[in-house]
């Protein structure tokens, strides 16, 4: 299988916070991970695509000293909300894909439970 | 660029009926991925098919069928006697070769009632 964790799944916070969301891929080796974001009854938007050992690639629009992505070894990716607003309230889902050493299927992306996060 | 589009925003069927989302999607490139998910109330996205741009069998998964013309770019989901627990969003997305897979691009989601 290919599964895939967050953590938290739920965080409710106050203004000016950090808020890090954790993605974990717990039965295979991701070196590509991404984060979306998905407003209420919205779809979902790629926010950034996380590499491990390298900078993340952020999509056009998406601030990345606002939202701090760590992909630090080959089965953990952070996300780090940095200084929230409420306007940053939404559901936040992470991704990872097999790496392309391992001969597995590439387009396929396996979801995250997804993070709930509140700004108050 | 790619696009995915769902036209339908909400439908609403009384259980034991059929119902067909519908899925048009635009792509330059000539191999590509579409897929279908299932997103509950609880929030996870829930993997249903994967289907590549060279196989337009279409396939059937129990009450699911699925519906792939290249001549018309859609990719139609279609539950028959529908369940109150397949209420539901429910995304078509796509991924082509450039760029390696890389980026997935959503539909709007097509939100499925079922009413008992």
């Known amino acids: 299988g290919a599964v895939v964790s967050q953590h938290p799944s739920r965080v409710i916070c106050k203004s000016g916070t950090s808020v890090k969301i954790e993605c974990r891929s717990l039965d295979f080796q991701a070196t590509t991970m991404f984060w979306y974001r998905q407003f209420p009854k919205k779809s979902l938007m790629l926010m950034a695509t996380?590499?491990?050992?390298?900078?993340?690639?952020?999509e056009q629009g998406v601030e990345k000293d606002k939202f701090l992505i760590n992909h630090a070894s080959l089965t953990l990716s952070t996300l780090t909300v940095t200084s929230a607003h409420p306007e940053d309230s939404s559901f936040y889902i992470c991704s990872a894909r097999h790496p392309p050493s391992s001969g597995r299927p590439q387009e396929t992306q396996y979801f995250g439970p997804g993070t709930r996060l509140l700004v108050l | 660029a790619q696009k995915v589009t769902q036209a339908q925003t909400e439908i609403s069927v009384v259980e034991k009926e059929d119902v067909t989302l519908d899925c048009v999607y635009e792509?330059?490139?000539?191999?590509?991925?579409l897929f279908w998910y299932k997103q509950p109330p609880s929030g996870e996205l829930v993997f249903l098919i994967r289907r590549n741009s060279f196989d337009e069998q279409n396939e059937i998964s129990g009450r699911y069928s699925w519906n792939f013309q290249k001549s018309t770019s859609s990719f139609n989901f279609t539950i028959t006697a529908s369940q109150v627990v397949d209420s539901a969003v429910y995304f078509c997305?796509?991924?082509?070769?450039?760029?390696?897979?890389?980026?997935?691009?959503f539909g709007t989601g097509t939100k499925l009632q079922v009413i008992p």
């Open positions: 996380s590499n491990e050992g390298s900078k993340a690639t952020y």
């Open positions: 997305a796509l991924s082509g070769l450039t760029g390696g897979y890389q980026k997935v691009t």
């Open positions: 792509t330059r490139d000539t191999t590509y991925y």
